[in-house]
Nanobody, 115 residues
């Protein structure tokens, strides 16, 4: 069973940056479509960014120009670089891997943006 482990969350002030990482424990990582989702208190989980096996990327309108998703297949890791963070970005961020019927989630990492 593939496991995803997120890291890099924390407490930052508005305007600052964070870089989230998500490492896959096994599997043919290079074939996975990877994504970052987030869920704020009292809200539904929403898609933040996607990167396919061919490194095509897509972003939610709310993070375009501020967040960048990337992947390092040699390290089985996907990243989310978050710049110009806003209080509205506060949420638990989840990593997701999909390939065919495979649909795996990480445990989440908390990001809090507050002055």
């Amino acid at each position: 069973q593939v496991q995803l482990v997120e890291s890099g969350g924390g407490l930052v002030q508005p305007g600052e940056s964070l870089r989230l990482s998500c490492a896959a424990s096994r599997g043919i990582f290079s074939l996975y479509a990877m994504a970052w989702y987030r869920q704020a208190p009292g809200k539904q989980r929403e898609l933040v960014a996607t990167i396919t096996s061919t490194k095509w990327t897509n972003y939610a309108d709310s993070v375009k120009g501020r967040f960048t998703i990337s992947r390092d297949n040699a390290k089985n890791t996907v990243f989310l670089q978050m710049n110009s963070l806003e209080p509205e970005d506060t949420a638990v961020y989840y990593c997701n891997a999909r390939l065919g019927t495979l649909d795996i989630w990480g445990q989440g990492t908390q990001v809090t943006v507050s002055s």
